[in-house]
């Protein structure tokens, strides 16, 4: 059953991009303790981390699927309250297998795909430049190694605390903060790299 993001937007440092429309489904009727409740819940940000973890759109739904598969799987072991992070894990950890594997195959990115779904309808110029804008995006992301992008996406781009990624990925609090620092530093510089070649961008 695939399961989508609902029609919202969300903003990054170099542009708002929305996720792809929702599908329509039949009501669910399920205990709020159902892994299936848990997904659709908080579906719209697993859309938005696995897409920024390099997943491409057309496989975006399985990893969701993947990760709902977990939950349910080991419903048991998940404590009240603890849903969104068991999700997050999971699914940051299936991008990271999911990676691995693409490697090989040479996937496309998501950036291609996720400019077809634009939350607004600006002129072409506007529409140009946030393409670029969300094609740097994307390069500067692609620059960094698997744990420096899976902490960056999870703190700057979803807003998860130092303490939250310590936990979500098993670190010790302080390898969590400073794997972040570099993280940060390594997409100033592929960022600022970017900015040198491709000249700045603003949009009119």
């Known amino acids: 059953m695939p399961l989508r993001a609902s029609n919202i937007s969300w903003t990054v440092p170099f542009g708002t991009v929305a996720a792809p429309p929702v599908q329509a489904e039949a009501p669910l009727h399920v205990s709020s303790a159902s892994p299936t409740v848990w997904l659709h819940e908080h579906v719209a940000a697993l859309w938005r981390i696995v897409a920024r973890l390099g997943v491409p759109a057309h496989h975006v739904d399985d990893v969701l699927q993947e990760t709902w598969i977990t939950a349910a799987r080991r419903s048991a072991d998940i ?9 997050i894990a999971t699914a940051t950890r299936l991008c990271s297998n999911y990676r691995q594997r693409a490697h090989v195959r040479r996937e496309v990115s998501q950036g291609e795909a996720l400019d077809e779904h634009a939350s607004h309808e600006p002129d072409a110029e506007q529409l140009l430049v946030r393409k670029r804008l969300r094609e740097r995006l994307e390069r500067a992301l692609a620059s960094l190694s698997d744990a420096h992008r ?5 703190y700057e781009l979803e807003g998860l605390s130092v303490p939250e990624l310590a936990e979500l990925l098993e670190l010790p609090l302080g390898t969590a903060a400073s794997r972040l620092g570099r993280a940060r530093a390594k997409f100033a510089e592929a960022a ?3 900015q040198r ?5 603003e949009e009119t």
Do not use: I, K, S
């Open 197 to 201: 070649v491709d000249g700045p961008l």
């Open 192 to 194: 600022a790299r970017q």
């Open 79 to 87: 404590g009240p309250g603890r849903e969104r992070a068991f999700l």
């Open 150 to 154: 899976t902490v960056f996406v999870l």
